[in-house]
């Protein structure tokens, strides 16, 4: 079974500038979630998306957003770029829930904004 | 995916010895606990969870404890192998949160040769 794949792994954006990751979830799983990963804070959680609908919310302004497609597969988008959102964004998906289920992570896409 | 690098204690390990991973977490409200490995390259990957009517929980090699009463988590790893190498995060549910998992900040095993 294929696992989880995001794209692009690798990103270079300036500051204002907007822009969308994706993430594709293992296949037969609902739900995805979405985190940041940086050396200062860790592992934050952005969001998470189960049938279509965001069910959780984690402490990040509103530039972040995200979606999630009939089939599964889900974007993140963070508009009007700035220097801090530098980080490695981390997609995973688990067969219900993100919580009480094992959660599938990606590889990750590493933005770095300049 | 490359790990949290820059400010994670480190943990040293003799090949072959065993490692305990400690962690602790803030809330004693949160019912669900988990671990993770990180190697470098990669996302999170899951070890072992236990839920917190639970002090004790084996896998294959590793093996979680839970000590409610000082709000402390360890992992355990019997026999640490080179492939052990990566950063290990704990994770806590935490009800009042709408379900979201928090994360530790990591530790970082190192196996000697």
């Known amino acids: 079974k294929a696992g989880v794949t995001q794209t692009p792994r690798y990103l270079i954006k300036t500051r204002g500038q907007q822009v969308t990751l994706s993430c594709s979830p293992i296949s037969g799983h609902r739900s995805v979630s979405w985190y940041q990963q940086t050396p200062g804070q860790g592992l934050q959680f952005l969001f998470e998306y189960f049938s279509e609908t965001q069910r959780n919310k984690g402490n990040f302004p509103g530039r972040f957003s995200g979606r999630q497609f009939s089939n599964s597969r889900s974007e993140m988008n963070v508009s009007t770029l700035e220097l801090g959102d530098s980080a490695l964004y981390l997609c995973?998906?688990?067969?219900?829930?993100?919580?009480?289920?094992?959660?599938?992570f990606g590889p990750g896409t590493r933005l770095t904004v300049t | 995916g490359e790990s949290v690098g820059l400010h994670l204690p480190t943990l040293s390990v003799q090949e072959g010895d065993n490692s305990i991973i400690n962690c602790a977490y803030s809330n004693s409200a949160s019912d669900y606990f988990i671990w993770y490995k990180q190697e470098s390259g990669k996302g999170p990957q899951f070890i072992i969870d236990?839920?917190?009517?639970?002090d004790k929980r084996q896998g294959q090699r590793v093996t979680v404890l839970l000590n409610k009463t000082v709000k402390h988590l360890s992992l355990q790893i019997a026999a640490t192998q080179p492939g052990d190498s990566a950063v290990y995060f704990c994770?806590?549910?935490?009800?009042?949160?709408?379900?979201?998992?928090?994360f530790g900040k990591g530790t970082r095993l190192h196996i000697l040769p």
């Open positions: 994770a806590e549910n935490m009800e009042n949160r709408d379900d979201k998992i928090i």
């Open positions: 995973a998906s688990s067969l219900v829930a993100a919580i009480s289920y094992e959660q599938y």
């Open positions: 236990i839920r917190s009517n639970m």
